[in-house]
């Protein structure tokens, strides 16, 4: 076998507001791409280099796209390496964890119609992590280091070195800050790519009291709680069947809150098609709700993050709904009910009813649309939590008819701000 090379070709001095690098061009016979690394101070014969593999990413390090963490990290680990005295900053051309720059704006595509970012490579022929760091290795070996402190969040790239006989003498994490447009990229990163990431830490203040309902009784009946983030305008999604990112991170962890203090959580078919939800409690402490899905037809796919939670869906569903469907679900694990349909869809009273029979008396609903109109239409709902964005979608509406009469307003109305956010809540009078 052919002994793998890299050459450095050149090497310019960089000044930068972290601090000066040398910057070295780097050519090999694995590939034509154009590697780099920022040197800082000096490195060779060292022991205990502070290293950061960094892959390209065009859209982070460069546009500044909230979609990612990337270019936090790398301006992250310029400073780290600056005020370390000596360090390096491997810049690997691997777009996209390999994939390329025109598959990742594929890839994001498919993330906006709700896939995670492992499912939008595999739909697209690709692994969910393609990155090889071969070159990494070899650069470090020509820069006479010794042995490492890599600078990452990812096990495996600390595997993969160490096959390369890279030293890596410990492991310095670089912290993630969470928004709203990164909060399901991250996740996945923990969930499915072993990312080592503490997304659960609270936000300063915890926003649950101001929201929570005062009294959660009613008689005969489940307590409905409604919950749903809108923007401006009064979107809760750019278009229907797309998942649209809308509250921020201390939003979220509201919405956690209050998932955990209600014994189900429902939906309607609508959102579990667009946005591919898990209707679990992740980010705080509490009881996991029972997911509740709405579903005149039984479309909800055998794939479903639903069926990968701590509790199965129960899936509510008409009595002229498919047979085989039922079956299909039903060995994926969920719970499918039949009941009495009103104007072709699942009566929501005949839902609310069975689950108070079953003695679920707390609901929270979260959407979308035809469900939030559905549930205030027809008078069934409790208590409001409206989460509020600084952001014009021009979109499709939280709700889209009612019918005019005895409509709703909210007594003893609080307002809070959460991050970027406001969140309106109260008690709901008819």
């Not at 010794?146 to 495996?156: E, V």
């Not at 009064?234 to 955990?260: D, F, K, P, W």
């Not at 709902?381 to 409509?407: C, F, M, Q, R, W």
Request: glycine share 8%.
């Amino acid at each position: 076998m052919t002994k793998q090379t890299v050459e450095k070709v050149t090497c310019a001095r960089i000044p930068t507001e972290s601090g000066e690098f040398q910057l070295c061009y780097y050519q090999s016979d694995i590939d034509d791409k154009e590697h780099l690394a920022l040197v800082h101070g000096d490195v060779a014969g060292k022991e205990n280099v502070l290293v950061r593999i960094h892959s390209e990413c065009f859209t982070g390090d460069v546009l500044g796209s909230l979609r990612c963490d990337c270019g936090e990290q790398l301006q992250r680990a310029m400073q780290l390496v600056a005020a370390e005295g000596a360090g390096i900053v491997v810049y690997l051309r691997q777009e996209g964890r390999g994939i390329g720059l025109l598959d990742k704006l594929r890839a994001y595509n498919l993330q906006d119609e709700g896939y995670d970012t492992v499912d939008a490579n595999l739909m697209l022929g690709h692994q969910a992590d393609g990155r090889d760091y071969t070159i990494a290795g070899l650069i470090l070996q020509d820069l006479g280091v010794h042995s490492i402190q890599l600078l990452t969040n990812n096990p495996d790239k600390i595997e993969k070195l160490q096959a390369l006989d890279i030293e890596v003498a410990a492991r310095v994490a670089l912290p993630a800050d969470v928004n709203e447009e990164n909060a399901v990229y991250l996740r996945t990163k923990v969930e499915r790519m072993r990312h080592l990431l503490d997304l659960n830490t609270p936000p300063p203040v915890s926003p649950l009291p101001d929201v929570f309902p005062t009294n959660m009784v009613r008689n005969g009946r489940c307590f409905v709680t409604l919950s749903f983030a809108q923007s401006l305008d009064g979107s809760i999604t750019v278009q229907r069947g797309q998942y649209t990112a809308i509250s921020g991170s201390e939003s979220m962890y509201m919405t956690h809150q209050l998932r955990s203090v209600h014994q189900a959580i429902l939906v309607g078919i609508g959102t579990v098609l667009a946005d591919d939800p898990q209707l679990s409690v992740r980010l705080v402490d509490g009881q996991q709700p029972q997911p509740v899905v709405v579903d005149s037809h039984l479309r909800v796919p055998l794939t479903a993050k639903l069926f990968e939670q701590p509790r199965m869906p129960w899936i509510f569903t008409t009595h002229e709904a498919s047979e085989a469907r039922q079956t299909a679900l039903e060995a994926q694990g969920a719970r499918v009910i039949r009941v009495d349909a009103a104007a072709g869809m699942v009566s929501l009273t005949a839902v609310l009813d069975f689950l108070y029979q079953a003695g679920l008396k707390t609901v929270m609903v979260e959407g979308g649309a035809r469900i939030i109109t559905s549930f205030l239409a027809a008078k069934l709902v409790d208590h409001l939590v409206v989460t509020i964005a600084p952001k014009i979608l021009g979109g499709l509406h939280a709700v889209e008819y009612l019918n005019g009469s005895g409509l709703p307003h909210l007594e003893n109305a609080r307002y809070q701000i959460l991050g970027s956010d406001m969140v309106l809540s109260g008690e709901v009078e008819w």
